[in-house]
């Protein structure tokens, strides 16, 4: 059986096709927001000085649960340094050497403070940062939305709502210290005031987690 020119035309047509949709893929793999990307860069970044934070808080407590407690925190946080770094590498964006350097310094210097400010306040900041963490990660996913991108959703909501948990672990360890009140005046942050709305209790579920933090603006990072 011999082989036409048309049909020679016909499979070289069907390879062009193919690597032309699959150039159009590529670049589709390309994150075209600058500013999600430099959130990611900063989410990246700020956890790790979050985990060394949190190495510092622990080694400055005595009680073994509340030691046990703070490094289950440290432990998330890694993970969610993993589990951004992924997603960063899914669009080729690059760590930020600037960020790494910056939030070292951070989190190496919020560790070592935690030995000379008493118990009280290693527990408020750590609280009011997760705080602002949260919406953090639930303005991600919607970015990633307006851009058609769901495939993040379940991640970044876990990782959210995972802030979350840990804010509230941090307001029940100081929630009956007769400094709360003043600090919550003053920081905007406490048994009443919190940087996001989400309610641990009454979770929208992943699918209505557009309707959180409206209000929020990012930066508190
Ligand atoms: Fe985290
Ligand atoms: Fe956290």
Redesign the pocket.
Known sequence: MSITLTQIHLVFSVVSESIDSSRTYCSIMKLKNHQLSRALQTAYSA?RA?SYAYIGHASSLKDPDEIEAIRRIEQ??WD??REVLAIMNEYEIPVSRCLEWKYWCIGRAIGLSCHVIGRFMPYFFAGKLESG?VCEYFVMLKQFRSLGITRHDEDLYE?GV??KE?EIHFIEMIKDEPWLRYFEKVFSWGVEASANDIELEDLLGVHRAGAYCKKFRSGIR
């Open positions: 956890e979050a998330d946080e969610h340094r963490n990782m995972r802030e840990h």
